[in-house]
């Protein structure tokens, strides 16, 4: 059974950086059949795409944010991480990681999500 | 980029009830669609993909309907456990997007 969990700061600054990794058991994230997301959430609100990473390490993500997003894999760690830049208190959500197939990009598995704040 | 609308927000319905919640897309995505559930305080839990296939281990009293822009979920006889928000999702191209969510609760 695949399981995802997201792990990194709670608390970020304005206009810092925003870092989190994500640690997959049960599958590789070297895999060819799969695409490795970011979706998050504000609270109260409903789910945004934020993007995802390939095992290539190509990526896509939402335009709306793509300016400041960066996607990375570790696959020594079988890990893989979003970093989201200039973050204002609009980015505070719950973030997930997520897996979905390629060709059908829903997501079967999810992280449990990790609550991040920006707040000075 | 295809936005999702999902109709309505929030649903009064009473244990038993026959319910369904719609989706629309703005332009055609064929089948390319999954429905999920979410619990306060946990993460979504795929129901349904590719419109209308069961996941498995979710209950026969959901279904999936619908192709090209509308989709519906309906659920056949609500359950206590099923009084809780669903989203739609388009896979049909990047980027992917979600409806804004159906509350589901108790009237």
């Known amino acids: 059974q695949v399981q995802l969990q997201e792990s990194g700061p709670g608390l970020v600054k304005p206009s810092e950086t925003l870092s989190l990794t994500c640690t997959v058991s049960g599958g590789s994230v070297s895999s060819n059949n799969y695409y490795w997301n970011w979706i998050r959430q504000p609270p109260g609100k409903g789910l945004e795409w934020i993007g995802y990473v390939f095992y290539t390490g190509s990526t896509d993500f939402n335009p709306s944010l793509k300016s400041r997003v960066t996607m990375s894999m570790d696959t020594s760690k079988n890990q893989f991480s979003l970093k989201l830049s200039s973050v204002t208190a609009a980015d505070t959500a719950i973030y997930y990681c997520?897996?979905?197939?390629?060709?059908?990009?829903?997501?079967?598995?999810w992280g449990q999500g990790t609550l991040v704040t920006v707040s000075s | 980029d295809i936005q999702m609308t999902q109709s309505p927000s929030t649903l009064s319905a009473s244990i038993g009830d026959r319910v369904t919640i719609t989706c629309r897309a703005t332009?055609?995505?064929?089948?390319?669609l999954a429905w999920y559930q979410q619990k306060l305080g946990e993460a979504p839990n795929l129901l349904i993909y590719k419109a209308s296939t069961l996941e498995s281990g979710v209950p026969s009293r959901f279904s999936g309907g619908g192709s090209g822009t509308e989709f519906t979920l309906t659920i056949s006889s609500l359950q206590p456990d099923d009084f809780t928000t669903y989203y739609c999702q388009q896979y049909y191209s990047f980027p992917l997007s979600f409806g804004g969510g159906t509350k589901v609760e108790i009237k």
């Open positions: 997520a897996r979905s197939s390629l060709g059908a990009s829903f997501h079967r598995y």
């Open positions: 332009q055609s995505i064929t089948n390319w």
